[in-house]
């Protein structure tokens, strides 16, 4: 046998395996779509965009019941490496805030508690949701399937009006106070485009 009949038997034995590394660091969650009462809205600030190699800087997530607050969880997170200048002017989180910070590894346990068995909603959930499940089994606690609401999908079938369904755009569109890349400040304008869209 030639080095390409090799080559070619190779790669069809690998064709033909299941691809064992992506179930295991890739849990999927529950797109959902129907209108829930109870639910949390959840937002993270992270040092990039890449989940699993970037990191979490900040929880945010809110609770509701019947679309009223019932508690919060507000946690700056130590990302165990050098957050740059470009994150901290976006969010205005730095260095040194962190640097006491609670590891991820000692608060995940505590977010999935909070969340307990109710739905997620969050803006352009598979940003949170990559960083969530990059979590998996790292810090010896499994990430749960939850269903997911997407307030950006909903925005879209709901707002016509806007050039995109950015969450800024949308909250200059409903006139709402916004914070901005803050953990909370982004799940509190969430909650309020999740219950405007779908009241």
């Known amino acids: ?100 910070a609670p590891t991820i590894g000692e608060k995940v346990g505590e977010l999935i508690d909070f969340i307990g068995e109710l739905p997620i909603i969050a803006h352009n959930a598979s940003f949170d949701m990559g960083f969530l499940y990059a979590l998996d089994n790292i810090h010896g606690v499994s990430i749960p399937e939850y269903t997911v609401i997407d307030t950006v999908k909903i925005a879209r079938q709901k707002i016509k009006d806007t050039p995109n369904h950015k969450l800024t755009t949308l909250t200059q569109y409903l006139e709402l106070e916004h914070n901005a890349h803050n953990a909370i400040g982004d799940c509190l304008a969430t909650a309020a485009i999740y219950q405007y869209c779908t009241k």
């Open 1 to 100: 046998m030639d080095i390409h009949e090799r080559a070619i038997r190779l790669l069809q034995e690998k064709a033909e395996q299941p691809n064992r590394s992506r179930k295991t660091t890739t849990k999927k969650y529950k797109k959902g779509t129907k209108p829930v009462n109870d639910y949390v809205v959840l937002d993270f600030e992270t040092t990039g965009l890449r989940a699993g190699a970037d990191q979490i800087i900040q929880i945010g997530a809110i609770r509701y019941f019947n679309h009223w607050k019932d508690g919060e969880m507000d946690v700056l997170i130590n990302p165990q490496r050098h957050i740059s200048p470009t994150i901290t002017r976006l969010t205005g989180i730095s260095n040194e805030m962190v640097a006491d």
